[in-house]
């Protein structure tokens, strides 16, 4: 990458999250998508027609050892995000890991480890905390917007009818939480700007064992309560809203950017959110991390944060119990 020019990307799969990514590059002079990756060769050439790229690799290893490449993004099922991210990042590739890294907070910090040795970025894809209505979000909570917040209420869900899909494979780290509830553990902890010390979890499990639903509670020290729902069995809702003392903050599509809609001593503010393409954003954050000139908005604390978090919601739906975050 030259100090003023995009950084090259390569696509470590054809999966369909790609297309998000192909769009934000195309918005920002920051990206480029240069080449891509499949298992199978005539795959990876057929997308890359598709996709007007340059490269086509027949394997990921090919893609990672493409010297025209600057920066991977790893759109692999959720139990590949470590293992490519690492081998990316050895490399000598930035790395931007679509969510969840993973659900073991000790996979998170060595992938972490392998950036820090490397000397590149690793960003976890959370593409949400990009948008600039997160943003507000915080400083409308942070600023006393609500009061003293007490409740945070979360969710992300759709009907996922499709049998062979990965978020349905136990072995590829499938299930709810990890795929849309993620999002909901990663707001509360953005809104509280803390860590849960203690969750507790109710889960729907697939004949596979996957999670299908799940219902969280997560207790912050100061006494605030996150309320989670994530599932793949019931009608789309994203939804997301903070309650205080004086007033309830709702963000009606906390996920994608909609409108705020604050409410507060009887009266109603409606708040637009700007119309931007997060992953652009996302984008663009990576190209300065890499440059130096900015840090990741996404770290290794952020992320060990969030797997510690999953980690527990998990064993909590195992056990019946509520359990301590550890
Ligand atoms: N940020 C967001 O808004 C967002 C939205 C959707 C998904 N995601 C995340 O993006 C990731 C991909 O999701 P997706 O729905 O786009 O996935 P997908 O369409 O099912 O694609 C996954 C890709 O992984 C590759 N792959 C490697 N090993 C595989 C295996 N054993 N089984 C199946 N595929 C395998 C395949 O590519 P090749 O065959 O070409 O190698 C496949 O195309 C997930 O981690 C998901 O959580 C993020």
Not at 151 to 161: E, K, P, Q, Y
Not at 168 to 191: I, K, N, Q, T, W
Not at 267 to 275: F, L
Not at 276 to 294: M, P
Request: glycine residues 8%; hydrophobic residues 45%; contains cysteine.
């Amino acid at each position: 990458m030259s100090a003023a020019g995009p950084l090259r990307w390569g696509l470590l799969s054809t999966a369909r999250i790609n297309d998000a990514i192909l769009a934000g590059a195309a918005a920002t002079p920051a990206a480029r998508v240069t080449a891509v990756a499949s298992r199978d060769r005539s795959r990876a050439e057929s997308y890359a027609r598709a996709h007007d790229l340059e490269r086509a690799h027949g394997s990921y290893e090919a893609l990672l050892a493409d010297p025209d490449v600057d920066a991977v993004y790893v759109s692999l099922p959720n139990g590949l995000h470590v293992p490519w991210a690492v081998r990316g990042l050895e490399a000598g590739k930035h790395v931007l890991c679509e969510k969840p890294l993973s659900a073991d907070p000790a996979e998170v910090a060595t992938a972490f480890d392998a950036a820090e040795r490397a000397g590149r970025v690793l960003m976890e894809g959370f593409m949400y905390r990009h948008h600039p209505q997160t943003a507000r979000m915080v400083e409308l909570v942070r600023d006393g917007a609500v009061g003293v917040v007490s409740v945070i209420r979360a969710s992300f869900g759709f009907r996922l009818d499709d049998p062979t899909d990965v978020r349905l494979s136990p072995e590829l780290a499938g299930g709810a939480l990890m795929d849309v509830g993620c999002y909901c553990v990663s707001a509360a902890r953005l809104l509280t700007a803390a860590e849960p010390v203690q969750v507790y979890a109710v889960a729907r499990l697939s004949d596979r064992g996957v999670d299908v639903r799940l219902s969280g509670t997560l207790r912050f020290e100061d006494g605030v309560v996150a309320q989670i729902d994530c599932f793949f069995d019931q009608a789309i809702r994203r939804s997301l809203e903070v309650f205080g003392t004086e007033g309830t903050l709702t963000a009606h599509d906390p996920w994608g950017g909609g409108r705020l809609e604050l409410r507060r001593h009887g009266a109603t503010e409606d708040i637009p959110a700007p119309v931007v393409d997060a992953y652009a954003l996302e984008l663009e954050n990576l190209a300065a991390a890499a440059r130096g000139d900015a840090p990741p908005l996404l770290g290794r604390d952020d992320a060990v944060g969030q797997a510690r978090t999953i980690a527990a919601l998990y064993r909590s739906a195992a056990s019946g119990q509520a359990v301590d975050v550890t």
